[in-house]
């Protein structure tokens, strides 16, 4: 399997991500800078944490018009695996692949620490590995993590299981309904404000993130793999 992180400039999570492929589950990543138009050559395409353009405007609101957003929805309509995490997650929010906003935590703060997430639906591409109503440990960091969308988007995407994570216990930032990651109606793209890269290993404080990027490949070799 064959995963891209997307590279924006102002992207700083992209080597973290790299790492938990290359390093943890051993498959291969290439690193693609923004300006590409084709990534008909990856199975899967990974949006990093970071700055884009410095958060300029708003965050994600002008990473959403460089060239790779075309390759990226063309990969999202053929049903690969779309992940953006933090500035990814704003990035895939302003271009639309996934429903409401991001606003500025309700502390006014950046935060930065590990939180309490709870599966709220383990029967995804990305959390197939994960048990139903599994608490994880996964670091946030971030000033704009606040989600919100209309009642009429909350009611939508609880009926149709959308909700993948939400902070157990305290929510950090203030994200309606506890909300810390969604996927489309599709269930191709997911976009989470915690960092799964940053827990792939004990020796980064915890390994529950691991999973989510296995449950990708397995989704991937069951789709695509032939037993002969």
Known sequence: MKFAVIVFPGSNC???????????????????????????????ILLPGGFSYGDYL???????????????KKAADEGKPILGVCNGFQILLEAGLLPGAMRRNNTLTFICRPVKLRVENNETMFTSQYEQGEVLTIPIAHGEGNYYCDEQTLQQLIANNQIVFRYEGENPNGSLFNIAGIVNEKGNVLGMMPHPERAVHELLGGADGLKLFQSIVTYWRDAHVVIT
Request: charged content about 35%.
């Open 58 to 72: 708003r965050s994600g609101a002008i990473a959403r018009f460089s060239n790779v957003m075309k390759a990226i």
């Open 14 to 44: 992209d080597v973290d991500m790299y790492h938990a492929i290359a390093d943890e589950l051993r498959e291969d990543v290439e690193y693609v800078w923004h300006d590409v138009e084709s990534l008909d050559e990856f199975d899967a």
